[in-house]
């Protein structure tokens, strides 16, 4: 009997699964301190002509049975603005500096070729038009990047002439006679894509000889961006963390502390991926927990490379009047098996959101130096928002994400302190807990707490110096496994539910899920 006893208990002990009592955390947020202003543009997009980034992912034509204004897709506009994108960079990436304005205007467009995408026909039927058309149907701002690998700083200066000025000038006339009299405002110019590489892998010198003449001549002639509203300038900067990028960002930062009155920059690029090594091997669905915490671990890289090169652009820049513009980021995974290896092809999935929600809050401590992100890239592209298929559209974990994440756009940065905890995976160990918060324009308080273990859910109790809570609520996001993905069969899988907390003793209470993103915000 007592033989049968043991066994029946080693049994029970087998079966049970394991034990999950959620970690206890403490979490104070000082609302007396503000901090910076968390910059809208490190929400921002980026669409490269590459793959099917912008033709099908943008651009059906006026033609198409899909529904779309003037050529633009209807579903993917509503959607953009939903997460009221700030800005969208274009053409590219390393298709920009093979662009050649000319042939994306006006009712006759070459075929050219994409060379760096696939070598496939580049039609040319979504250029500067279509593209603004675009932006103003999702109410963001133009983020340009000139041709200086392949084109000339005339060619350059032309365009912006073309896009810019009121005057009636030859190529204002075109720009009328092609639809649009009224100059349009374009916020931003990217001079170069990483022209250490792609961009004509030239050295520093070289690129600052260039950068000074595109400085100064590629102006933006519209009235009402003389002064406050300026275009802002953002030059070629690092491209990760190899000896050749810190030589290359301090040749960039000591040569702007010694400008000259002729040219001046207002940011620096930072690019850098989520990949752990070149070429992308990594799958993006069909993982498990060693990869989900390898990629985890690799993003939180980002801290690492964000303060370095902040702490050497202080040295020039103490001011911090340089932006460090973290324009290309995200998760660059194998493409997706029988995809074109040249579109880039990757599924989203909750890994990504958490991804995502990791690198925005590096961003979002970092407010005062990093004003502009663009993860890579908008559709269809790496880690999207958006994937479509024909005539269906999906929204992907990380679009959520952005979309939970629009209250920060702007908002006053709030400190957080709180114990990190840790989750360990095999060797990998990374912290349990990542969080921020601010106030909004309104005032109002909002919290962001991602829980990175993917096993155990978390207790969180929040103090608020400064404030007395009456109520907290949002949102949170998370799925059954770390690789659940949006399909276009099954597009509610990674979807945000609503999540509230409990006011106890003047703290809030709530408990999150393992592997999870939740913003809340708190009633006062
Ligand atoms: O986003 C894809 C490519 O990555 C871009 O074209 C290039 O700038 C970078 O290397």
Known sequence: MRTL??????????????????????????????????????????????????????????????????????????????????????????????????????????????????????????????FMDFLDQIGAEAYLSVNVGSGTPQEAAEWLEYLTTAQPTALAKERAANGHPAPYKIAYLGIGNESWDCGGNMTPDYYLSQLKIYSRFVRNFNP???????????????????????????????????HQWSWDIDGLSLHSY??????????????????????????LEMEGLVSKYSAMMDKYDPQKK?????????????????????????????RDAILAALNLNIFVRHADRVRMANIAQMINVLQAMILTDKEKMVLTPTYYVYKMYVPFQDATFVPVTFNAGAYTHGEITLPHLDAIAAKDRA??????????????????????????????????????????????????????????????????????????????????
């Open 5 to 130: 006893l043991v066994i029946l208990a080693l049994i029970t002990v087998a079966i049970t699964p394991p034990f999950m009592a959620a970690q206890k955390v403490e979490l104070t947020v000082d609302v007396s301190k503000a901090g910076a202003k968390i910059d809208r543009n490190i929400f921002g997009q980026f669409a490269e002509h590459l793959g099917h980034g912008v033709y099908e992912g943008i651009w059906v034509g006026p033609g198409s049975p899909i529904p779309n204004t003037r050529g633009i897709r209807n579903d993917v506009v509503a959607a953009l603005k939903a997460i009221k994108a700030p800005n969208v960079r274009w053409p590219g990436g390393c298709f920009a500096d093979e662009y050649h304005w000319r042939k994306g205007i006006g009712s006759q467009r070459p075929e050219t070729l994409n060379p760096n995408w696939g070598g496939v026909i580049e039609p040319n039927t979504f250029g500067t038009h279509e």
């Open 224 to 258: 009402a961006q003389q002064d406050k509203q300026r275009m802002l300038k953002i030059a070629v900067g690092p491209g990760g963390g190899e000896p050749r990028f810190t030589e290359w960002t301090e040749a960039v930062m000591k040569a702007y502390q010694n």
């Open 274 to 299: 989520t990949v752990v090594r070149w070429p992308p091997a990594y799958a993006s669905v069909g993982f498990g927990e060693k990869e989900y915490s390898q990629i985890l671990k690799s993003t």
């Open 322 to 350: 340089v932006a460090l513009a973290v324009d290309e980021w995200g998760a660059w995974y194998a493409p997706l098996p029988g995809s074109n290896p040249g579109f880039l092809v990757q599924q989203n999935s909750l």
């Open 443 to 524: 005032g109002r308080l909002w919290v962001e707490i991602t829980n990175i273990d993917p096993n155990q859910p978390v207790e969180i109790e929040v103090s608020l110096v400064g404030v007395t809570p009456k109520s907290a609520a949002g949102e949170t996001l998370t799925a059954s496994k770390v690789d659940s993905v949006n399909s276009f069969e099954a597009s509610n899988t990674v979807v945000p539910k609503p999540i509230s907390a409990k006011v106890q003793g003047g703290k809030l209470a709530l408990k999150l899920e393992p592997k999870s993103v939740t913003v809340i915000s708190v009633e006062q």
